[in-house]
Structures are given as structure tokens and as C-alpha cells.
């Protein structure tokens, strides 16, 4: 990606630090998720303080020497962009050591900050996704907005279960109301993730897709006025665009859009530290259906798979919230095809806490490897980034 591409040039040491209860990094192995007492580890902070201690360790082995002052910017895209801003947040002072000191600064791609209770409204991020949609093809954002409806209506019987069964080709039949609601809440993880990874070539990231997958699934999504079964087949041919653009798959799989091995701390988290409110309010403005933010239901199902209660400001507690006047060397990039946009920081904060916007770019673009196909604004967004390590190199060396 581009910090490979770039660290020859800055004669920089890359390290890619893994977050522990993620990857292979399982405190307890195999039965690091088997309860709360072992899950008590996985927190921002804890990893943020584990990411301390392995750049004391790499410094005192690799990154100082001959005593050579040595910077450390922090790079991170979505939850790892967050952690980069609140690294830089949490630990802005020198690092002092035996050799060498460092400051961090921080490129934090894509990271919704802002994405919390109090801070954005909490339709924001499906208005964004909604719009991609929309904006790639009206039609396309209006077929998915009846959709919902036509799906209820087409499932209302056990015949139509058995239709739709059958000629969406999933893998396990639709028998009971649970399992249609399964399945729209699958079809809504696949709208968000392609908008994410709504690129300008092919990429393998979520799943293998097309060079701009929205443009090629709203193709078969052009008449919303069609009926229930004629839309439903619309609909079926464009979401196969991610679930079998390679032709491989026999069946529809309902599993979730994103991967289990990923998503197992990310839902801890999510019950701990990370409580972002989400809801659709249907309208022109959102081609979802109508879903209200119900948090003491939320806390209720929290406290029933991980023995835990929530609370709605565990961050803005830790790393201040809307308030960044006091933090510094920090860049926001924010893609605005990306959902998570509407929860970053999409203003400059000050004359070291910089916005840069991607108009065209989908999720943490930006770090992403050079292509043919990479548009003006992510040429200019990861030129914008190099100036501003140049910068804050040269600032840090002259200051010494």
C-alpha cells in the first residue's frame, strides 16, 4: 500500500502492529472469546498501551541507532485510523528512553471518531451509503428502497418463502419470519459494504469484485415500478455482484457480509467501548427501511452474551470527543463515497489538525496501493499526506 510505497523515500522502518484478540495475536488462544474475565483485555487503551511497549522495544533494538532522533507517525484506516488519531491524543509528549526519543504524529484514514452517541446523528451513515446509491443511478436507489416492501409481500406466504428460496438460491430456506428479517439485514450489510469498498479497479478486500462493483450492480436495478417478483430478481442479479462475481459460489449464504474472524472482537468491543448508534428513517434521504436507535434494547442484548452493561460515553470520557483543540499533527482523510465518513472529522480542526476530503474516495482509499485507475482526488490526497511528513520531519529534525 502507500506506506510501503513511500518508506524507501522517508528510509523508514514499517511495522505493522497487530491488535491483540485480533489475527493470530489471541492472549488466551483458543479460548481467548470464552468469557468476560478473558475479553477484559480487549480494549483500545490496552492496545494503544501494547503499541507503546513494542515501539520501546523496536527502538532500543532497530530505531535508534547511533542515537539518531527517530519520528513515528502512527497510519491507520477505519478502527485503525481511530487508534492512530487517539495514539497521537493519548500519548502527544516526547517518549523519553535510553537512546532516542520520538513524537508520534498520526494519518488516520477513514475513522469515524465521531461516529458516537451525541456526535452525529445516528442516520447519518446510511444517508451516506443512500446516496451513493442514488447518485450512482436514482433508479438504482429506488429499486432498493421498494425492495424491502416487496420482499414482505413476497414472503408472506409459504409458497413465496419457497420462491424466494429458491430463485435467490440461498443456501438455507426461508421458513419463518426471522429468516426473512435475516435476510434483509444480510442485504443491508452488503449495500454498506459495497459502498465501502466502492473502488475504481478490481480489488479483493470484502470479497472479490469488480473496478466500481456500485455502477455494475445498479445496473440489473433500473425500473422500481416493476412487480414483487420482477423487482426481486432486479435486485437478486445486482447483490450477486458481491457474493458470486467469481461464478463460485453454488449457494446464497446468509452469514454476515463481513467475516466472523474479524467481527469476534469487533462485536466485544462494540458491547464495551465502541457504542455507535445506528437507524434508518426511510424517506428520499435513505433507501433502508425505517429502524429506530433503541439503546436500552441494545444494552439488553450486551448484557445477555457478554454478562456486560453499556454505557454511551466511554469515549468521549477517554479521548475528549468533538473536543480536538488540544490535539496536534493529525490528518483526517475521509473518502465521502465511504459511510464512515459521517463520523470523521471532515473539517480542519486547526492549522496541525487537518481535514482532507476525497470526494470520489471510497474507505481509507488513500492508503491503498497506486493504480491506472486512481482518480485526481486520491492522486491529491496522498500528495497532500507526503507533504505533511516531509514537513513534520524536517520540523522534528530542526528542533533538535
Known sequence: GFMWEISREFNALVVFAEHRYYGESMPYGKSSFDDKVKLGYLTSQQAMADFVDLIKYLRNDTLCIDKRPNPVIAFGGSYGGMLAAWFRI?????????????????????APIWQFTGMTPC???YKV??????????????????????????????????????NWKLCTPLETTDDVARLKYWATDVYVALAMVNYPYE????????????????KSMSNHTEDDATLLMSVFHGLSVYFNYTGSASCL????????????????QACTEMIMPFCTKGGEDDI?????????????????RYGLKPTTDDVEKQYGGKNLKAASNIIFSNGLLDPWSSGGVLKSISSTVR??????????????????????????ARKTIKHWIIKWIFDYRHRK
Open 90 to 110: 493519548k500519548y502527544p509528549a516526547t517518549v523519553e528512553g535510553l537512546f532516542c526519543y520520538q513524537k508520534f504524529r498520526a494519518i488516520a484514514s477513514s
Open 123 to 125: 442516520n447519518d451513515f
Open 129 to 166: 451509503t443512500s446516496s451513493v446509491y442514488r447518485n450512482t443511478n436514482i433508479e438504482c436507489g429506488s429499486t432498493i428502497s421498494a425492495s424491502w416492501k416487496a420482499i414482505d409481500n413476497v414472503t408472506e406466504s409459504d409458497s413465496g418463502k419457497a420462491w424466494l428460496t429458491d
Open 203 to 218: 480489488a479483493n478486500f470484502l470479497a472479490p469484485l469488480p473496478a466500481n462493483p456500485i455502477k455494475e450492480v445498479c
Open 253 to 268: 449464504n446468509l452469514s454476515s457480509a463481513f467475516s466472523d474472524d474479524m467481527m469476534n472482537g469487533w462485536n466485544y
Open 288 to 304: 433502508f427501511e425505517p429502524y429506530p436507535w433503541d439503546f436500552e434494547n441494545y444494552a439488553q442484548y450486551c448484557e445477555n
Open 355 to 380: 481535514a482532507l476530503l476525497i470526494p470520489d474516495g471510497a474507505h481509507h482509499l488513500d492508503l491503498r496501493a497506486s493504480h491506472p485507475n486512481d482518480t485526481t482526488s486520491v492522486i491529491h
